[in-house]
């Protein structure tokens, strides 16, 4: 992580030396601020568009997918926009903008076809093993259904699973398929 950072402060301290020495410190500042604010312009009405199509698809009117990969791209370019930098800066124009994402969309939809199989595999053995019961009411219909004052308050019907029926590989007890 050390070495990330020390990369990304190379490589900004290169771009701003690299265009400071072409157009001067002036038109470098200017340069960064004029950034900046566009930056700021495409967050707030890109922010809406992203959003608007994420609307659309919970309702069928679009693919989920182009509209969760289209959110992502522009998540990740509007944090590129507050991270300090001229590269960065350019990095979050390029991906605030709608011919960008559209570009990168099947970039980010095959990087998630390949990650998210992984990750549900690794997160199987954190799912918490489901009981199926059902909860009976004992009394007779015409009974007040208020909180009983005698007798047994609760009564659990269900099957008693055998330890004996553990899987070592999942570590837990076999779980129901959804």
Request: aromatic residues 4%.
């Given at each position: 992580m050390l070495a990330l950072f020390v990369l990304y402060v190379v490589v900004e301290?290169?771009?701003?030396?690299?265009?400071?020495s072409a157009l001067g410190v002036l038109w470098t500042v200017v340069l960064l601020i004029a950034g900046s604010l566009v930056g700021s312009l495409l967050v707030r009405s890109q922010g809406r568009?992203?959003?608007?199509?994420l609307r659309r698809a919970s309702q069928g009117e679009r693919s989920a997918e182009g509209a969760v990969a289209d959110g992502a791209l522009f998540a990740a370019?509007?944090?590129a926009m507050f991270v300090p930098g001229l590269v960065?800066?350019?990095?979050?124009?390029?991906?605030?903008?709608p011919p960008t994402r559209w570009l990168l969309r099947p970039a980010v939809?095959?990087?998630?076809?390949?990650?998210?199989?992984?990750?549900?595999?690794?997160?199987r053995r954190m799912r918490p093993t489901v009981i199926d019961g059902e909860v009976l009411d004992d009394?007779?219909?015409?009974e007040n259904r208020g909180p009983r004052t005698t007798g047994p308050s609760l009564v659990l019907e269900g099957e008693v699973i055998d330890p004996g029926r553990v899987d070592p590989a999942a570590g837990d007890f076999p779980k129901p398929h959804r």
């Open positions: 301290v290169a771009a701003l030396v690299a265009v400071g568009r992203v959003l608007d199509g370019g509007s944090v960065t800066t350019v990095v979050g124009l390029l991906l605030l903008i939809l095959w990087a998630a076809a390949r990650w998210l199989p992984r990750v549900a595999a690794s997160t009394r007779a219909a015409g």
